[in-house]
């Protein structure tokens, strides 16, 4: 009898490892394998960390005159009343009138890639300006001198009664979305 009872409480005991202290292995297994997960993970952000850390020094060893040149020929946003402004200063010095500036609304992407990818962005604009031949010659130098990133695509020009020469120029401004 006694050692009937001897394995019957050899048995309970084992039952009780079975459906106790495997459960709880196999709990602290699992943790085990998530704080390993974490330590992982805590080294990559720490490396995404030093990589931001060594960007951001870079990006402060830039010049600030030089951003702000960048930011001057692409700037972000279409900046429509500058864009005219800067026009108009352009026609006005050298004795051109501005008569007609427009701005498409619809602006074509013209980076590579998808438009979320994309580095800049097309605007076409149309500007007509009248005056004489070599005050347009002048105009267009200063057009290509400007800081602002002004790709003319197509020019002609029109001889309406008298001197004034109408010159219709097409072209594109670009930004950064």
Do not use: C
């Not at 084992?14 to 805590?42: C, M, N, S």
């Not at 200063?89 to 998808?114: F, K, M, Y």
């Not at 300006?129 to 290509?144: D, H, I, K, P, Y």
């Amino acid at each position: 009898m006694r050692s009937l009872l001897g394995i019957i409480l050899f048995g309970i005991g084992i039952g009780l490892a079975a459906f106790v202290a495997w459960p709880q292995w196999d709990a602290i297994a699992t943790i085990e394998a998530d704080t390993e997960a974490i330590r992982q993970l805590k080294a990559e952000i720490e490396q995404l960390i030093a990589h931001r850390d060594r960007l951001l020094a870079e990006r402060e060893a830039i010049d600030p005159a030089d951003i702000r040149r960048i930011e001057a020929m692409a700037p972000r946003g279409v900046e429509e009343k500058e864009l005219i402004r800067t026009m108009e200063t352009l026609a006005l010095q050298h004795g051109l009138q501005l008569r007609d500036l427009t701005i498409e609304p619809s602006a074509q992407s013209a980076g590579v890639g998808t438009p979320s990818e994309t580095a800049y962005t097309a605007v076409p604009i149309h500007v007509t300006v009248v005056g004489n031949l070599t005050a347009f010659r002048q105009f267009l130098s200063s057009v290509e001198q400007n800081l602002r990133l002004i790709d003319v695509v197509q020019l002609s020009l029109n001889a309406p009664d008298g001197n004034a020469v109408a010159f219709p120029v097409e072209s594109n401004v670009y930004y950064r979305p």
